[in-house]
């Protein structure tokens, strides 16, 4: 959070810190507050004038007043409002850029400090998968809690590639089978997650055990969406044979428990990480299908903002993570 200075220089919630000068006084000093700019960035990142004056704890009359004026200075409207929505202008999607620019200065400058303290503290804001239990065996977010009281965590899960900096996110957890590709992040490689192709014996038992992948086309497939709401072709690989293909099937989703529930109930044939299917095999709800042949596995990503220094609530988050899942830094 940006810390936020009353008009007078005292910690309130009307300023952030950069400049004093008084509501009402921008346009006749013709000096650019930069806490206009910083409040514009929390306008658009919000949606909406109410819930941006919410989250900074802001009269809504005193936050449009404050955009009304950074208009007034700079000669042209930032955005087109109406009862219903905002709609950003040319210029103003030039401003946000600059705004954006001094809003992740103020945050690796309170990164700075906060890097310097003993303790975690204040809200770490996580992006999640949506099939975070299939991933969260070991009790991550329950460890984490209990070690680090005073941080507060906010979950946001969702299939979605969430912007990280205009979004304020701290951190995404993604699983994938590539390196994301943005260079305006770091991402750190948590685990390697094998998948396997499994049925329930019962569905095995109706509609017969493939003896090849060309064979998976007589059957009924159970397809996991991808972050742009499609179905992956399968990919299996033995040695150096591959093989791929898109059966036809009743149910896609983007929750591999709801997958893996499905197969159990018999609809289909699911790929599932091994770790995700280990129990359904062991209670003989479900088995494996061509166990020689493999899916590319599922790599758990950490994706942080690139900045060289992190908060210490990030660090022990990240700490937390490479500990219960067993992996390099």
């Given at each position: 959070?940006v810390?936020?200075?009353g ?13 004093r ?8 000093s013709?000096e650019?507050?930069a ?14 004038f109410?819930?941006?004056a ?21 000669g ?18 030039a ?5 954006r ?5 103020t945050?690796?400058?309170?990164a ?15 992006s ?12 991550v977010?329950?460890?984490f ?13 969702s ?11 701290d ?5 994938a ?28 038992k109706?509609?017969g ?13 159970l ?8 179905a992956g ?13 898109l059966?036809?099937?009743?149910v896609a989703a983007n929750?591999m428990?709801l997958?893996?529930?499905l ?10 990480t ?13 088995q ?8 590319p596995a ?11 220094l ?6 022990a ?13």
């Open positions: 959070m810390p936020m200075y008009a007078s220089g005292s910690r309130g919630s009307h300023d952030f810190g950069y400049h000068s008084m509501p009402g006084t921008i346009a006749q013709k650019l507050d806490n206009d700019l910083l409040l514009f960035a929390r306008v658009i990142e919000a949606g909406s109410s819930r941006a919410e989250r900074l704890g802001l009269p809504k009359s005193t936050l449009s007043r404050r955009i009304a004026a950074l208009e007034t200075l700079l042209e409207k930032l955005m087109q409002r109406s009862t219903r929505r905002l709609a950003i202008t040319d210029f103003g999607e401003v946000l850029d600059h705004a620019r001094l809003t992740e200065e945050e690796a400058t309170l700075l400090a906060q890097h310097r303290q003993a303790k975690p503290q204040g809200t770490l804001r996580v999640l998968p949506p099939n975070l239990l299939d991933i969260d065996h070991e009790g977010i329950a460890t809690v209990e070690r680090h009281p005073q941080v507060r965590l906010e979950l946001d899960l299939p979605r590639r969430v912007d990280l900096l205009a979004e304020r996110f951190l995404a957890l993604r699983a089978t590539a390196l994301p590709d943005d260079s305006t992040l770091v991402a750190r490689r948590l685990v390697d997650l094998p998948v396997g192709l499994f049925a329930s014996p019962v569905y095995l109706c509609r055990q493939p003896a090849t992948p060309e064979a998976l086309l007589q059957h009924r497939a397809h996991l969406l991808g972050s742009q709401g499609k072709v399968w990919s299996l690989h033995k040695a150096k044979r591959v093989w791929q293909g059966p036809a099937g009743p929750s428990a997958l893996r529930n197969a159990v109930q018999g609809l289909g044939i699911a790929a599932l091994l770790r995700d299917a280990t129990t359904a095999v062991q209670q003989k709800q479900l494996r299908v061509l166990p020689a042949w493999s899916l599922v790599t758990l990503w950490c994706v942080t903002p690139g900045r060289r992190l908060p210490a609530r990030t660090r988050f990240l700490a937390v993570l490479q500990e219960l899942l067993g992996v390099a830094r």
